[in-house]
């Protein structure tokens, strides 16, 4: 009997270890749905009467999947969605009109599916092993059978085409923007992680794509033309516009539903709110122009939106706002959608993986900051961040004051000597880093 989260996640991980100990390589060598597909077969996880879509992309996904929740749910749906990484609990991964699974339903419902994962493991070889990510599906569609959800939102963890979540009956599959990203697991051009992602479309099915590079385009319509489906592209013209900066988010304006308030700060959720809001249309509007109630609707779904840790604001006096901007665009999208609430002086904390481009992160951020503050978590002991002799000799001369703290507290409270109670703190750090700063500022993440 498996009784508390910790042993829920030795159960969930037991034989993902197996490829751990080996050399990683790429996903089509290494990742294999197979097992996850025979659980849900197993456990009739997949007759349930539900339209399904599953977002991929290399930026913007998880919005792109709370946006279209928020939606749903104004629209009369009961919405289960699946996301990740979580920034607290692990539970967060799952949830049903915006609530995280209880612990308690998580517990249960994994019990009853031990002995289907005990049957499925013990024919395992090698290597191959139970995905997480095929367990964490298995609980949350039967969470999903339990609760009368009837639309689900299944967010695609990296690539698609051997991704767990991507097994279910999607009949609409959602593209944010696709880059190059993972590439020692997805390959190293832009042509092969579109392949991968492509992964997710269904035969005769629909897709969605924000613009893309000709590359990704090519790959999509290819995917589509082979299996009868309908590629959906939106074009640049058909993008949210930014109107005005509001206290807490941006107002925006989008044909045929004119301005909108968006209750998140990110520049670059425009765009996710578009894909997020033209997906929905095709899910349950049927190509049908929307009415004067749907119009409204949309308005009150898009109100209510919360996706935390992503140019949030966490505290006024000092300002401090945090986002998971670990490569450089990302990093300057933070700086673009907070340059106009900067207060001076700035201060900017940095923890950044050595996996990536770290050095372009403390430039952007050091660009605009009186003082460049870098630091690391070992929450995981499985990310690495660069050690502080690499860390401070890559951003030297970028920042008239550079430091280096061990950790999350710390940063903090230099920061603050330095701000005072008139400055702006940037946290600019990986989602490890940013639920350290949702359990230091109390903000509730059970409920979004």
């Known amino acids: 009997m498996i009784t508390s989260m910790e042993e829920a996640l030795n159960v969930i991980f037991a034989t993902r270890r197996r490829l751990d100990a080996a050399s990683?390589?790429?996903?089509?060598?290494?990742?294999?749905?197979?097992?996850?597909?025979?659980?849900?077969?197993?456990?009739?996880?997949?007759?349930?009467?539900?339209?399904?879509?599953?977002?991929t992309?290399?930026?913007?996904?998880?919005?792109?999947?709370?946006i279209m929740a928020k939606l749903l749910e104004a629209l009369g749906h009961r919405v289960g969605?699946?996301?990740?990484?979580?920034?607290?609990?692990?539970?967060?991964?799952i949830r049903v009109n915006g609530g995280m699974i209880p612990t308690a339903d998580f517990l249960r419902i994994l019990n009853s599916l031990a002995p289907s994962i005990n049957a499925i493991t013990a024919d395992l070889k090698g290597t191959q092993y139970l995905s997480p990510q095929g367990i964490f599906l298995a609980i949350a569609l039967r969470y999903f059978d339990e609760t009368g959800v009837d639309a689900a939102l299944l967010e695609v963890g990296r690539g698609g085409r051997f991704d767990d979540v991507a097994v279910v009956p999607n009949a609409l599959s959602v593209f944010a923007p696709i880059m190059l990203e993972h590439t020692a697991l997805l390959g190293d051009t832009l042509e092969r992680i579109a392949w991968h992602k492509a992964g997710i479309i269904k035969s005769g099915s629909r897709a969605i794509?924000?613009?893309?590079?000709?590359?990704?385009?090519?790959?999509?319509?290819?995917?589509?033309?082979?299996l009868d489906a309908q590629l959906v592209r939106i074009g640049e013209s058909e993008l949210a516009t930014w109107v005005a900066d509001r206290q807490d988010g941006q107002?925006?304006?989008?044909?045929?539903?004119?301005?909108?308030?968006?209750?998140?700060?990110?520049?670059?959720?425009?765009?996710?709110?578009?894909?997020?809001?033209?997906?929905?249309?095709?899910?349950?509007?049927?190509?049908?122009?929307p009415d004067a109630s749907w119009k409204e609707a949309i308005r009150h779904g898009l109100q209510q939106v919360k996706w935390l840790g992503r140019v949030q604001k966490l505290a006024d006096k000092p300002a401090v706002y945090v986002d998971g901007a670990i490569t450089l665009s990302s990093a300057e999208s933070f700086v673009a959608s907070v340059k106009p609430r900067l207060r001076e002086p700035v201060l900017s904390i940095v923890g950044i993986?050595?996996?990536?481009?770290?050095?372009?992160?403390?430039?952007?951020m050091a660009a605009i900051s009186q003082a460049l503050i870098i630091t690391e978590t070992d929450i995981n002991p499985n990310t690495r961040f660069p050690s502080p002799e690499q860390a401070l000799a890559a951003a030297q001369g970028?920042?008239?004051?550079?430091?280096?703290?061990?950790?999350?507290?710390?940063?903090?409270?230099?920061a603050r000597e330095i701000s005072g109670n008139s400055g702006t703190i940037l946290l600019?750090?990986?989602?490890?880093?940013?639920?350290?700063?949702?359990?230091?500022?109390?903000?509730?993440?059970t409920a979004i």
């Open 24 to 55: 990683r390589g790429l996903d089509e060598y290494t990742r294999d749905i197979a097992p996850t597909r025979k659980l849900l077969a197993r456990e009739n996880l997949l007759a349930a009467e539900r339209e399904y879509a599953v977002v």
């Open 57 to 66: 992309g290399s930026r913007g996904k998880g919005s792109v999947t709370a």
């Open 81 to 93: 969605a699946i996301t990740s990484p979580h920034l607290v609990h692990w539970n967060e991964r």
């Open 209 to 226: 794509s924000l613009p893309q590079a000709p590359a990704v385009i090519d790959v999509l319509q290819r995917e589509c033309d082979r």
């Open 251 to 289: 107002r925006i304006r989008l044909r045929p539903y004119g301005q909108l308030d968006l209750p998140l700060l990110g520049r670059y959720q425009l765009d996710n709110a578009s894909l997020a809001i033209r997906a929905v249309e095709l899910m349950s509007q049927r190509n049908r122009p």
């Open 353 to 364: 993986p050595r996996d990536r481009d770290y050095a372009a992160v403390y430039k952007v």
């Open 398 to 414: 970028l920042a008239s004051s550079l430091h280096y703290t061990k950790d999350l507290p710390a940063a903090l409270a230099l």
């Open 428 to 445: 600019a750090v990986s989602l490890m880093i940013v639920g350290e700063s949702m359990l230091i500022w109390d903000v509730d993440t």
